[in-house]
């Protein structure tokens, strides 16, 4: 080879090399973009809490892990920020040198959170704890526990047991889900809680006797009732006069919306025997497409949008709360702003509200338009908006007949005569005041109170099984199996007592709904019904069974 | 110019024509064939090995506590970490090789006869250097088979009679692997053995420009085509294309083969399979054939021999007919090397 | 004219013989080049700190003309002030409260509506000019962060250190 040609040689070489070097550069540049993307910014805690951290770090890792993950955190939002309490703070206390209280409430959140803060307190979820004044609470106070406290009748081996708490059902079943009354123990042994401090409209007590009867432990830290707090109930009564937990569904203290948007986390409190809404979305089509598909619906997407962000298949959260492409993508934190029948009463009731929210009940056509802010057209249209995603409109208003039919049926034929016998019975004196102390009470409850809502439930959410089986079935056999029976019995105990005016006019309700063309089958037969199947069964399979 | 040139000259009595002709060497036909050019190819790679190692060297920490975190640090996180690494990493494969290779090409073409024979064995004492330079490198890195390669290899030296026992614990600062054994194994790597290696080096062209490269004839060549050509610029050129050769090798196995991190050392934790680097391959599996003492003397034995060779071969010369004993000797002994190693690759144990 | 012809075949080669010899010697310089480049890139300290917006306070909070200090994650004080009434960005600066001169901590004075450094009487304008003092002769200002408003939230950019080194 001459020189010449090693020369050549060389520079082409050469070349390559450098193109070489190119490739290796701009790897380089590659992995730095996709590491830029893959790794979190370091998280940066705020000086404010820098002692939070640092020794709650060692006392309770775990709190401060979840935190780092947060969204929080990344802003640089600390323990500080949210624990703060003000100056006449009913639970506030003095901690290393900062004055927090443990309990966080809405309000506190409102700070940075107003309008999420508007809008759920006006929805029916911080409503929850409304459940402290009904027929729910009597069970779980008076049936299923006490009232007061009441000695133990014989010792427990290996605990000493002073007194037995009759509240325990109510503190961990229901107010576990509904929200307790969070209450401060007192001086005196009691609660006071902000039936007693009445808060003003910026949260600070107004009571100052309230206030003095706080029970502080020996660092002045007050001291929580151990009933009503830990307590994430979603209608939570906060000491500072707000209403609900945001943790209820947003989980501390890594806050996460990933988890609020799955089933998982309404399926919290949102199942079992009275509201399966749970069972009936797994049941769903919706709900089966979701546990197929979930891993590819963008959960960690920063505003979690359907028909942007995913569209495989609702969740709760995308049919009640989340944004959509007809709804510029806008959350409401107000569940019922789409949902246009209120299933949760004996008989349902059209959704149509007033101003302040409440479902209005006259009859009268025109009081109705006077009253009525918000129709329940209006709602049901908004969630018409999620189902046209995937729904064209001919088949979402077709569904929404056969909801409609079946709500209806499930009126007229047994919620509202059921009604009607118990309403009777109570008017003749047939029944004692107390609830719960009889039999056709449990049933009665039974009736409206699980099963008719399991249908109600199972129908809104095209759960047929639900519908069915576990609904209108089993509200048939209450009724015609033990409801009427039951009444009937309780008619002919009172006619044998000698109250025969009351025994007659409750037999006369109950004779006069048989007589409905609906339950005639049931005192006059169906033997035409039942002569038609069986021909109809020897036409088509030659049988005579 | 010539105003530098003569203040240098004032300075430095340097005769500067007869330096030019001194570095000038006429280098003999034969080496316009490449395949004889591989000598200058570990001294390239060695240049390539300092310049990588200094850098890796800046962030390199050789404390048991912080070294694998190090390494860590260089392969994902700093810029070109890990393509510096690579380099590093194939380059000590590489120049092992090139080593192999020159050596095989010396030894084949008897090179190493009288009066060469001392370049021999300063040949053979770089081939050790080079090997030792490869096992200290791994060991830097402390992952699992860091560690356990080097608690084998130091318990093997630790059997060589007489003065194994001694031998080990130098080598291990103490006892057993500890706190000292990774800046002992770090200055060897990044000290020590460079400085010997280019000392030997040093001495190794020195004596061969001395002595003249070795000429060769080859049948099929005339004489008048044998003429001697000039170092500078056609064998410098043919060095340079080598050179950008390797660049580019070494590139693209740093790119597409890129260095990964293993699992790091645990001390409590032994692995199901230790093997060292594939460059002891053969020793390794020689020293499991035999047990104990016979293992490491024969071992001993083998690389005297080769340290040797150049009066052996003499002798065997002497001795028999057999002037070409050497090429079925060696022969046979690059096919066991092979096998030995071949086998030692594809077993666990 | 074969001389003439020669002379130009001569002239041709010796041409294109310069013209390897560079492609040969700009090649090597640049594919070498390009590697001591990468090298020194290499050698170059990372960058010490990532950057980030950080939650310093509800807007509704701060009042037009107050100040607030806030500390950064790293220890430094900022002065974030409102100026304005309205709710854009324009109306908040986050100014570094530590003198240009010798470090002192500068506090806002309302009243006289300027920054003042007790140490030497430095004197600054709201937006951080200085007047006044050392400082004014230096021509130095406070420095600023950048800030932004997002949900009526105010966020400052300030550097997140790195986290601390883990002993294993």
Known sequence: MTLDQKRIVIAVLAIFFLLSLILVQSIEVARRYEEVGLVRANVAVPATSRN???????????????????????????????????????DGFLHYGRLIATVVTPRDCSRCHQQVFEEFSRSHHAAAGNILASLDNFLAETVEGARMPFDPHSPTPGMAVDQVNGFASAFSGCQQCHGSKVALRSTSGGMVTADDLAPDANGLPTNAEALGRVLRDENGKPVLHSGTWPNTGIGRLNLDGSRGSCSACHSRHDFSPRRARQPENCGKCHLGPDHPQKEIYEESKHGVAYRDLREQMNLDARDWVLGRDYSQAPTCASCHMSGNLRNDGRITHDPGERISWSNR???????????????????DPAERRRLTVDTAEAKRSRMKNVCSHCHTPDYVNSFYRQYDDFVILYNEKFAKPGQAIMASLEQQGLLTPTQFDEKIEWTWFYLWHHEGRRARHGVSMMAPDYTHWHGMFEVAERFYAELVPEARHLAAEAGARGQGAAARAVNQVIDGILARPEHAWFEQGADEAAQRIREAMREKYGQTR | MNAVVAWLKDRLPVDVDSLRELTNEPVPHHLKRWWFAIGGTPAYLFVVQVATGILLAVYYESSTRTAYESVRYITEEAAFGWYLRGLHKWGATLMIAAVILHQMRVYFTGAYRKPRELNWMVGMTLLMSTLMLGFTGYSLVYEQLSFWGATVAANLTGSVPVVG?????????GESYGRQTLPRFFILHAAVLPVLLILLLGIHIAILRIQGVTDFRFESEKDEEQKPFNFWPDHAYTEIVIGLILMILLSTLATVFPVTMGPKADPLVTPEVIKPEWFFYVAFRWLKLF???????????????????????????????????????????????IGLTVWEALVEH | MPEVEKSNAESRRSTLKRLAGYLMGGSLVAAYGNLAAVMARYLYPARPEQRSFLFVTDVA????????????????????????AGDSVEDFLALSSVC??????????????????????????PEGVATEGPPADAGQSLSQFPLKIENGLLFIEVAIPPPEESET
Not at chain 1, 348 to 355: G, N, W
Not at chain 3, 70 to 81: D, I, K, Q, R
């Open chain 1, 52 to 90: 939070c951290v640092d020794c709650h770090g060692q006392s309770t890792p775990g709190i401060i892990d979840h935190w780092k993950g947060s969204t929080h955190a990344s802003t640089g939002v600390g323990c500080v920020d949210c624990h703060q309490a003000r100056d006449g703070d009913a």
């Open chain 1, 345 to 363: 009463p004996p008989v349902s009731l059209v959704m149509d509200t007033d101003q302040n929210h409440a479902i209005v009940t006259a009859t």
């Open chain 2, 165 to 173: 026992g001694f031998l080990r614990e130098m080598l291990l600062g």
């Open chain 2, 291 to 337: 047990s104990g003492t016979f293992a490491i003397l024969s071992t001993g034995f083998i690389v005297f021999v080769m340290f040797a060779w150049p009066f052996i071969d003499a002798w065997i010369r002497r001795k028999t007919r057999f002037t070409e004993a050497s090429v079925w000797i060696g022969i046979f002994a690059v096919f066991s090397i």
């Open chain 3, 61 to 84: 909070s701060l009042g037009a003309g107050e100040s607030s200090l806030y500390t950064t994650p790293s220890g430094a004080p900022v002065n974030v002030t409102r100026r304005g």
């Open chain 3, 100 to 125: 240009p001169h010798l470090g002192c901590q500068v506090h806002w004075e309302p009243q006289n509506d300027r920054f003042f450094c007790p140490c030497h009487n430095g004197v600054f304008t």
